[in-house]
């Protein structure tokens, strides 16, 4: 039933058991998309072999924990004429019938990435990190890191910490 399948940063070929027959499942997909550093046992399998962007060549964002955002820069520019997987998707979806406006609109990863952080985030963010502009809140950003929406004072953490492991 599955027509494509992309497999990124994992190799189901070698770590899933023989009993699983992932190479016959395999073989019934019409376009098989790897992406890896190495033509490995799911590698073999594909039909495309891509290879990836490193993780310090790429933009991205992350909910941490609910209400505190990172954000992702990258510190080389990409190597060897590679792409992120993020902007491989990407490129991918514009060309998609079915896309949304927000993807449409935007000409690459990186002005999706900033977009998304200008409709949803800037708003939520706080007086002292939005400065007089969305230009002010972005190079904010940029410089720290990180933003918090709620104020985590009065949030309870996701998880547990024992200060006493360290």
């Known amino acids: 039933k599955v027509k494509t399948l992309i497999i990124h940063n994992v190799n ?21 998309i790897y992406v890896g ?6 590698g073999r399998l594909a039909h495309y072999v891509l290879p990836p962007g490193g993780a310090m060549e790429e933009w ?7 209400g505190l955002y990172s954000i992702q820069q990258p510190t080389l520019r990409p190597l060897f ?11 991918w ?4 019938t079915a896309v949304p406006a927000k993807v449409k609109s935007a000409a ?9 952080w200008k409709s949803e985030v800037f708003p939520k963010a706080p007086a002292n990190a939005k400065g007089s502009s969305f230009e002010d809140f972005w190079n904010h950003v940029l410089q720290t890191g990180a933003v918090a929406t709620l104020n985590r004072e009065k949030t309870s953490p996701s998880r547990s ?4 492991s360290l």
């Open 12 to 32: 189901p070929g070698y770590v899933l058991p023989k009993e699983m027959k992932f190479s016959e499942a395999t073989a019934k997909v019409e376009t098989v």
């Open 161 to 164: 910490f024992n200060a006493a």
């Open 37 to 42: 550093n190495y033509i490995d046992e799911s």
């Open 60 to 66: 991205g964002d992350y909910e941490l924990q609910k």
């Open 108 to 116: 690459n990863w990186y002005e999706y990435v900033r977009g998304t």
């Open 93 to 96: 979806s514009t060309k998609a």
């Open 81 to 91: 004429d590679t792409r992120s997987f993020n902007e491989t998707l990407y490129a």
